[in-house]
C-alpha cells in the first residue's frame, strides 16, 4: 500500500486542517444566488408594481 510515512502525516495534516476551502466554495456561491434574487427582485419585480 503506502510506504512513506511523510506521506502519511501529510495526509493527516490535510485532513486535520478541515474543510476551509470547501466552505468558501460554497460560501461565494450561496452570495451568488442571494445576490441574483435581489437583482431579479429589484430590477423585476418591484418595477410591475402590485399586482391587483
Do not use: C, H, K
Not at 466552505?23 to 434574487?37: H, R, Y
Request: proline content about 6%; charged content about 15%.
Amino acid at each position: 500500500m503506502n510506504e512513506d510515512p511523510n506521506e502519511d502525516a501529510t495526509v493527516d495534516e490535510i485532513v486535520r486542517s478541515g474543510p476551509g476551502g470547501a466552505l468558501a466554495v460554497a460560501g461565494v456561491a450561496t452570495a451568488i444566488v442571494i445576490g441574483s434574487w435581489f437583482v431579479f427582485y429589484f430590477a423585476v419585480f418591484l418595477p410591475r408594481g402590485v399586482i391587483q
